[in-house]
């Protein structure tokens, strides 16, 4: 479990660290990317950190719908 | 060491991990939060220019070093619930040191970067991207003042005595330490990256 939870932080730093550097690239698909990884650290942080992996089935059913209806929002938004 | 991991059964529905009451506030908070944050997407959409330029002023290596270290600080406090859950406060009780000094420097950090902004005035009039920037920052922050406090509390309790309502408090605590975290996964790439 120990191991588990460090390679989980060391994961939501690499994800971090290419969020930062994706912010000064222009790149057209750069902000859907950012959008995409900041839902995945979102999930890790829930499942992992908080413990939502052994949690009733709705509350890990909550924490996806959340995050995901969140980011198909900014990607509607984010259409030009 | 003793296993205190005796808490009601994580795989009932009213007992999510820190228990049915903290996630009904969480439940609330990502709501609200999620609600302005999509609200500020829609002003961008009417406005990109003014929004793009915007972002462009704050200093994206505040959020992302803010970032770094509110995770670091979850993982301990994660950390400091597994240990506990064994039966070792100790370390559980150095784990939530390290969470707390996470808060901290979250804090300073935040503190520096307002005080740039104030300095050059970008204040909370300055735009309409401005004032969704202060608000929705200075209602985060006041919830990582709140958690901070809340992890000294357990910090106090945890170091003295090892109990199955210590291990309880501690997971609720640590439910809202991580909301805190994910308010801030939410804003974080909003606020500072994409537009």
């Known amino acids: ?80 | 060491m003793n296993n205190l991991n005796n808490t009601p059964s994580s795989a009932s529905f009213f007992y999510p991990p820190g228990g049915i009451l903290i996630w009904i506030l969480i439940v609330l908070e990502l709501i609200t939060f999620g609600a302005a944050l999509i609200a500020l997407g829609i002003q961008a959409r009417h406005d990109p220019a003014l929004f793009h330029q915007s972002r462009l002023l704050l200093n994206s290596w505040y959020g992302t070093i803010n970032t770094v270290v509110l995770l670091t600080s979850g993982y301990f406090m994660a950390m400091s619930v597994h240990v506990l859950k064994q039966g070792n406060n100790k370390t559980a009780s150095r784990y939530l040191l390290y969470a707390i000094a996470g808060g901290l420097l979250f804090m300073g950090i935040k503190t520096l970067e307002y005080t740039e902004k104030i300095h050059h005035g970008y204040t909370i009039g300055y735009n309409t991207f401005f004032q969704f920037y202060w608000l929705l920052t200075l209602f985060h922050l006041i919830h990582v003042m709140v958690g901070t406090g809340i992890l000294t509390g357990l910090y106090f309790s945890v170091r003295k005595k090892i109990t199955p309502e210590t291990v309880e408090n501690t997971e609720t605590g640590a439910s809202f330490w991580h909301m805190v975290d994910l308010i801030w996964l939410l804003l974080f790439p909003v606020l500072y990256l994409i537009f």
């Not at chain 1, 750069?30 to 995409?36: D, E, Q, S």
């Open chain 1, 1 to 80: 479990m120990k191991k588990r939870l460090f390679y989980v932080w060391l994961i939501l730093m690499i994800l971090t660290i290419i969020s930062g550097i994706l912010a000064v690239i222009e790149w057209r698909w750069a902000a859907y990317i950012i959008l995409f990884l900041a839902t995945l650290k979102f999930n890790l942080v829930a499942f992992e950190f908080m413990g939502v992996r052994q949690a009733y089935i709705f509350w890990k059913i909550f924490v996806m719908t959340f995050s995901g209806l969140f980011m198909l929002i900014y990607f509607i938004l984010l259409v030009r």
